[in-house]
């Protein structure tokens, strides 16, 4: 059974960088989508990015509007993990932060109660 961990998060400046793992065991990522979301508590989680491929055929990434620009999801199938690279981040970006797993190539990131795997979540917080 597919079972993901995140790590990478912390507190970091307004203006730095940070990358998220999302690592997988259990399986494969190979044949999986994985995105991911953002949550601040009493809001609805909210996606990101996701990274897939169509019939075997070249991964490829999609991501939010508002995430266009300074997120970057990277598929490393060597080390069977996905990344999340934020750049220029910005108070506004403090959050947990979960990756999710689903066997579709269409979940898509509007709703994210369509998503079948999810890890525990990696907080992040940027502050002065």
């Known amino acids: 059974q597919l079972q993901l961990v995140e790590s990478g998060g912390g507190l970091v400046r307004p203006g730095g960088s940070l990358r998220l793992s999302c690592a997988a065991s259990?399986?494969?990522?190979?044949?999986?989508?994985v995105g991911w979301f953002r949550q601040v508590p009493g809001k609805e989680r909210e996606g990101i990015s996701y990274?897939?491929?169509?019939?075997?055929?070249?991964?490829?990434?999609e991501y939010a509007d508002s995430a266009k620009g300074r997120f970057t999801i990277v598929r490393d199938k060597a080390k069977n993990t996905v990344y999340l690279q934020i750049d220029s981040l910005k108070p506004e970006d403090t959050d947990g932060y979960y990756c999710?797993?689903?066997?579709?190539?269409?979940?898509?990131?509007?709703?994210?109660?369509?998503?079948?795997?999810w890890g525990q979540g990696t907080q992040v917080a940027v502050s002065s």
């Open positions: 999710a797993a689903d066997y579709s190539s269409y979940v898509g990131l509007t709703n994210w109660r369509k998503w079948g795997t």
């Open positions: 259990g399986d494969s990522l190979d044949a999986w989508t």
């Open positions: 990274n897939t491929r169509q019939n075997g055929g070249p991964y490829y990434a």
